[in-house]
């Protein structure tokens, strides 16, 4: 199956800095989601992307596909107390499975 | 709002139990899925449905079963309950087609003792 992997688990970032993080794959994806659980909630869906080199922004975060579709970037620009929580990618084949998602902290 | 919804959302249940956690749909989603996950970590796939009548284990080993008699209900049970299936339990559904976004139910955290 498509395995996905985001390192590192966790970062903690100040108020107002940006933050980076990536998913990568050892194989060419189809496509690419990202999800946020926020603490002690449920996944939500944030984004899909499916062509290669696809860029797509929410407000002031930004989804990148690798041009080969085998990673993706996810940043979000001065960061913020509610940017909280566990943002997982997952290789969207049928099976639906997941990276280990990084859990971000934001000191104020 | 996701139509997708989980019930109990707690239980605590003794060792040696049977139980079922119920998950129900009303998008008509046919791709149905559970995974277990433990506070702060990653989420394990234990069983997927592509439809009716069509069932998977997923990669993390489990000792539940599931079933898809209907398109809306996929339902987890597990025969004997143990300590160490304490976690929570999230079910997940998604369409077919272009947009195949997840939607996650609210999840049902499970204790045995």
């Known amino acids: 199956g498509q395995q996905v992997m985001q390192i590192p688990q966790y970062q903690h970032v100040q108020e107002g800095e940006d933050f980076t993080t990536y998913c990568n794959s050892s194989t060419t994806l189809s496509n690419i989601q990202w999800y946020k659980q926020r603490p002690g909630g449920h996944p939500v869906f944030l984004i899909q992307l499916v062509k290669s080199g696809e860029v797509k922004k929410q407000k002031r975060l930004t989804f990148q596909f690798g041009e080969a579709k085998k990673n993706s970037s996810l940043h979000i620009t001065a960061t913020q107390t509610t940017d909280v929580g566990t943002y997982f990618c997952a290789g969207a084949n049928s099976k639906l499975t997941f990276g280990k998602g990084i859990t971000l902290s934001v000191r104020p | 709002e996701a139509d997708i919804y989980q019930t109990p959302r707690y239980l605590v249940i003794g060792t040696g139990k049977k139980i079922t956690l119920e998950c129900s749909q009303t998008?008509?989603?046919?791709?149905m899925y559970w995974y277990q996950q433990d506070p702060g970590m990653e989420l394990h796939l234990i069983h997927y449905s592509y439809g009716v009548n069509s069932t998977e284990k997923g990669d993390l080993s489990s000792e539940s079963t599931v079933s898809r008699i209907r398109t809306e209900h996929f339902p987890l049970t597990l025969e004997s309950a143990r300590p160490s299936h304490t976690s929570q339990y999230l079910c997940?559904?998604?369409?077919?087609?272009?947009?195949?976004?997840?939607?996650f139910g609210q999840g049902t955290r499970l204790t045995v003792v």
């Open positions: 998008m008509g989603h046919d791709k």
């Open positions: 997940a559904s998604r369409g077919t087609g272009r947009n195949t976004e997840a939607f």
